[in-house]
Each structure stands twice: as C-alpha cells, then as structure tokens.
C-alpha cells in the first residue's frame, strides 16, 4: 500500500497541470477576493468596526484553508480515473496487490496530498500576514490549524473518493470537477457571506461538512481580528456578524460548538468512505 500511495504522489505531482488545475478554485476564490470581493466585504463593515480590512482578510484566508483540501484531494483521486480509462486497473488488479491495499493507496495519497498542499497554502497565508504587517500566528493556533487541516483532509479526502468512485472516464471526471470548483465556494459560504442567502440555502451550508471546517479555520484565524474589532462593540452585534459570516452556525436555535462541528466532520468522512468503498467494490465484480 505504501508503495502504491508513492507511485501516485509521484504521477500527480509530475503532471504540472494536474497541481494547478487541482489549485484552480482557490485561485478563483483569491482572485475574486482581491478583484471584486474585498472591497465590497471590507466596506460592509468598515465604518462599523475597527480593523476591517485585517478582519475581512483572516475571513477570507480561512475559506481558502478550507478549500484547498477539496480541490487537491478531487486532483490527486484523478489517478483513479486514468487508470480505469486506460485499464491500467486490470493490470493492477493481476497483481499480488489485495484489492485493499489498492484503495488504501489511492485514499493515503490523496490525504497526503491534500495535506502537504495545505500546509503549503497555510505557510504562504502566514508570509501573506508578514507582509501586511498583521501579527503572526501564535504556535498554539499553529497547531490548532494543522489540527484542523488534517481533519479536514480526512473528510474532503472522503467525500472525493465518493465521488470519483462514480467515474469511470476522463471526460465525465473532469466536468465533474469543473462544477465542483465552480460550486465549492458557494456551497462553503465563501463568495457570499451566509447570512446574505436565502435560510434555504443557509441549511444547505451549514448541513455540507466542508463547511464546517470553514467554521473551524475561521474562529481561529479570527479570534484576535475579532477581539480587536469588536471590543467597543455590543455584544449582540458580535454574534450577528458570526452568524452571518459563517463564523459560527445555527440552525433549528441551535448554535454549532467547535466540538460539535469536529464530531460532524468525522462522523461524515466515517460516512463517505464507506459508502465510496461499497460502491467501488460492487463495481469491481
């Protein structure tokens, strides 16, 4: 398994368009931001707090933490697919490999994939921070960021796998991943805040577990823009901008702890990998 999980960290980093299509929706939410996005977002809230444009960044850093493990996962399980379209499976398949060290591959190559192009992403956001002249992160949210990457690969690398075990051609996989790169930062409440939507589509959010993970990064990357923004500020206005921004969650009068929304994303990723696996064996036969 392990050397299988090499084989395919080496195929995906060698195809260098393969790395930046898998990067793409972040590019698209970061030149979005920097376009169109930031001016209006920090100009929401400008005249109401302090430190808007360090608040509105964290905010914006923190979806892009979340995206990241989606588009890398769904880029490295292209594998996947190109050996099923070009049969190379069979081949695989002949071999003295079980059949569960060959998903097992594939599932540890994506998460270390995702993984280190997280962490990748967090380095380049603490330079970002640098250069900005915001303060640095502290080694506890350090940690507590690696901490929640690794959850959050571990379940967008999940949910990918579920999806791509639906695939069988390079045509059918990349238009999936076409839509799901268009739609991520909608359905993560990145492009529009969450309390501009309809409580329909709100419901919609807060039951997607990515974003939950959006949840995660963003209470931290912005518990000290917060403090500082809001510490002349009502306190009612405070839970409001959460709750709008996606800082926070509450569905049914229910406001979603940190403990509850690691819980979720663990229950959902124990969920999608059993379900992709059902459905790759039954394929299989």
Known sequence: MISFAKRNLKVYFRDK????????AVLIVLGLYVLFLGDQLVGSVKDKVDGAQRLMDSWIMAGILAVIP?????????????????????????????????AGGYILSSFLIGTIMSVFGLALIEIYFAIKGYALLTGLQLLQLLGTILLSVLTSSALMYLVVSLFSSQNAFATASTIIGTLIGFITGIYLPIGSTDQSIQYVIELFPISHAASLFRKILMAD????????????????????????FKAFDHTFTSLESILYLLGAAVLFYVIGILITKKKSR
């Open 17 to 24: 368009s393969s790395v930046f299509f898998s990067l793409l």
């Open 70 to 102: 989606v588009s890398t996962t769904l880029g490295s399980f292209g594998a996947i697919v190109n050996d099923k379209s070009k049969k190379i499976i069979k081949d695989f398949r002949c071999s003295p490999i079980r059949p569960s060290a060959l």
């Open 225 to 248: 823009p917060l403090a500082d923004s809001f510490k002349n500020v009502p306190d009612q206005f405070l839970t409001e901008f959460k709750l709008d921004m996606g800082v926070e």
